[in-house]
Nanobody
């Protein structure tokens, strides 16, 4: 069974940076297409970023473009999210996702993804 495990959340002041990491147990010797969503209190889940299995295609949500960077982690089948210039509006639970059903379409929809991690909290104080 596929398991996605996030790490790296925490608290930071506005303007700071954090790095999240996600490990995918499905294919420990390879790479899979994976991404990130987030959910702030009282709000719907929001698409953050996606990277294809080859790493050649990436997509970012409008609110994080230019500040967040998605990349492969140092270990096989891991995915990192480097977050810079954080603001209180970035406060949310961040979820790693995998198993996109439709290739490179509908990537910003929550229903596209089969697998979800349990989430990691990111809190940005002003």
């Amino acid at each position: 069974q596929v398991q996605l495990v996030e790490s790296g959340g925490g608290s930071v002041q506005a303007g700071g940076a954090l790095r999240l990491s996600c490990r995918n147990s499905e294919n420990p010797k390879g790479t899979s297409a994976m991404g990130w969503f987030r959910q702030a209190p009282g709000k719907e889940r929001e698409f953050v970023a996606f990277m294809s299995a080859s790493g050649q295609y990436t997509l970012y949500g409008d609110s994080v473009k230019g500040r967040f960077t998605i990349s492969r982690g140092s270990a096989m089948n891991t995915l990192d999210l480097e977050m810079r210039y954080l603001t209180p509006e970035d406060t949310a639970v961040y979820y790693c996702v995998g198993g996109n059903r439709f290739g490179l379409t509908y990537l910003e929809r929550t229903t596209t993804y089969t697998y979800w991690g349990q989430g990691t909290q990111v809190t940005v104080s002003s």
